[in-house]
């Protein structure tokens, strides 16, 4: 059984940092690209980072460029995505995602990636 399993999240007030964690079991993330999605109340999801299957490429959205770093390690099966300078804007369910078919990160929709994590909640607020 494939499972993608998230942890982090939470309160924080505006500028704050966050790191949230996916980690996978029943297969290996050295195989398969990984993204990070969002979605807030009333809006569609939408992506926020990708990270290729050898680590070696990594891809932002422009709400996230600068503020998020995606990462992975490979020993623990993980993907992370730090989250800095955090706005109120971010606010959303954040989900990680991953497709035995994709490996690269390229600008993609969200109904590509057949495996999601459970979602977390970030609020950001003062």
């Known amino acids: 059984q494939l499972h993608l399993v998230q942890s982090g999240g939470g309160l924080v007030q505006p500028g704050g940092s966050l790191r949230l964690s996916c980690a996978a079991s029943?297969?290996?993330?050295?195989?398969?690209?990984v993204g990070w999605f969002r979605q807030a109340p009333g809006k569609e999801r939408e992506g926020v980072a990708c990270?290729?299957?050898?680590?070696?490429?990594?891809m932002y959205a422009d709400s996230g460029e600068g503020r998020f770093t995606i990462s992975k390690d490979s020993a623990k099966n993980t993907v992370y995505l730090q989250m800095e300078s955090l706005k109120p804007e971010d606010t959303a369910v954040y989900y990680c995602?991953?497709?035995?078919?994709?490996?690269?990160?390229?600008?993609?929709?969200?109904?590509?990636?057949?495996?999601w994590g459970q979602g977390t909640q970030v609020t950001v607020s003062s």
């Open positions: 029943g297969f290996s993330l050295d195989y398969h690209a």
């Open positions: 990270i290729s299957s050898s680590g070696g490429s990594v």
């Open positions: 995602a991953t497709d035995h078919l994709i490996t690269m990160c390229v600008p993609r929709p969200s109904y590509e990636y057949a495996y």
